[in-house]
């Protein structure tokens, strides 16, 4: 707990910052709690959300660069630095300088922030404190299983690819799960939908995230993968299903392999151009019909976009959002703060009340050779000229 303390202490002798403070994103990736340092964290206390559009918080997050302010007439500077490691967008650092710094102060409060990734990072698994932070509303039971099952970091950044995934669960928890791993030669992205609501959802979605996670783990190629989780549906899922997609990227040569176990087809951006990838459609985990999980090529080129998303992305009035426009208007964005966007207007077109979780997972595909990572998001949607229109 004292971490945070260290940072704060080490920039007020280098820097002579004064209240320095380290905000952390909520779960929603709308928002940022303000921590502070570690003797300033009540837990008996709500966080207090401090809503990110047109913030200077925003920007800082969007762009991933440290921005400075002035404030009273000159006489206090204000810094935010991003708090990020591969994509992942943790929190913000935040502190206030006498005077504006030079370039070697900014590198090194950019550095620390960099830093304090690695230290929430390694500190988590042992607090509830930045779970805290994490939630500007109580979380029902429903939902803290569902959260549990998403992966630590909601997006990554590696030389071949960016993936990132956003979930909003409906009032009452709908069973969405995502999840990502990186293998020493390829990356597999699932995601599923349990049949149901609340908690009997958020169990059948346990059963299904951990069957494919124990054959992804032993090793077993995507149709056993997929197998087992239907077999975890028959044994013990007392004859409800789940729908999902899987799929397994070669990191040596591209090749690109697609399970669909009755769920919606993924969307992909090329080009300019959004398209349904109609791919074949199996029995979801769990169907007790005789049936076997077809492992399906898929066409991903050098600068494709794809995005896996679940149902809720597209009943009630989720189907009013023009969700290839969308995406097409957002094709500019990093895949995190596009899955964010397009979640966003999901929501909105639902005055903020799910019937049905909101799900997406977003993924750019740099290709096999490619040695670079970009956590630039590129220019602001808001003020972007508008790109072509889409032809379908």
């Known amino acids: 707990m004292e971490s945070l ?20 994103t909520d779960f929603t ?23 990110l559009p047109g913030t200077l918080y925003d920007e800082v997050i969007r762009t991933q660069q440290p921005a400075t302010q002035t404030r009273g007439g000159g006489s206090t500077v204000r810094v935010v630095a991003p708090v990020t490691n591969r994509g992942d967008a943790i929190g913000l650092l935040e502190l206030f300088l006498p005077s504006a710094p030079d370039e070697a102060a900014m590198r090194e409060i950019g550095e ?37 099952l998403l992966p630590s970091s909601l997006a990554c950044e590696a030389a071949q690819f960016t993936v990132a995934g956003a979930l909003e669960p409906a009032d009452h928890v709908g069973g969405d799960t995502f999840d990502y791993v990186i293998d020493r030669d390829a990356v597999q992205l699932s995601v599923t939908d349990a ?27 995507l149709a056993e993968q997929a197998r087992q989780a239907h077999q975890a549906m028959v044994d013990h899922g007392e004859q409800r299903y789940v729908t999902g997609q899987l799929l397994r990227i070669s990191l040596l040569d591209g090749g690109v392999e697609f399970v669909n176990a009755g769920h919606p087809w993924p969307l992909r951006l090329r080009d300019g151009k959004v398209e349904e990838l109609r791919v074949e459609v199996d029995m979801p985990f769990g169907f007790r019909f005789p049936h076997t999980y077809r492992v399906q090529p898929l ?27 969308l995406i097409v208007r957002t094709g500019h964005l990093h895949p995190r703060e596009a899955a964010r966007t397009v979640i966003a207007k999901v929501v909105a077109a639902n005055d903020g009340h799910l019937q049905d979780d909101a799900t997406i997972m977003c993924l750019d595909w740099h290709g096999v050779r490619d040695s670079r990572r970009h956590a630039d998001t590129g220019a602001d949607l808001a003020n972007a000229s508008p790109p072509p229109a889409p032809e379908s």
Do not use: C
Request: proline residues 1%.
């Open 299 to 325: 066409d991903l080129r050098v600068g494709d976009r794809l995005f896996m998303l679940t149902d809720g992305m597209l009943e009630y009035h989720a189907s009013e959002v023009d969700l290839k426009g």
């Open 112 to 148: 620390t922030a960099h830093a304090l990734a690695y230290i929430v990072i390694a500190n988590r698994s042992y607090t509830d404190v930045y779970q805290w932070g994490r939630r500007t509303r109580p979380l029902s039971l429903a939902a803290e299983i569902q959260h549990r």
């Open 29 to 51: 990736g709308a928002s940022v709690v303000r921590l502070g340092v570690a003797g300033d964290v009540e837990t008996d206390e709500p966080a207090r959300r401090i809503d």
């Open 195 to 221: 049949m149901g609501h609340d908690v009997n959802a958020a169990l059948l979605a346990t059963l299904a995230v951990g069957a494919l996670r124990g054959a992804r783990r032993a090793g077993a190629d």
């Open 5 to 24: 303390d260290v940072v704060a202490h080490m920039l007020r002798q280098r820097l002579h910052a004064t209240r320095v403070s380290f905000l952390i």
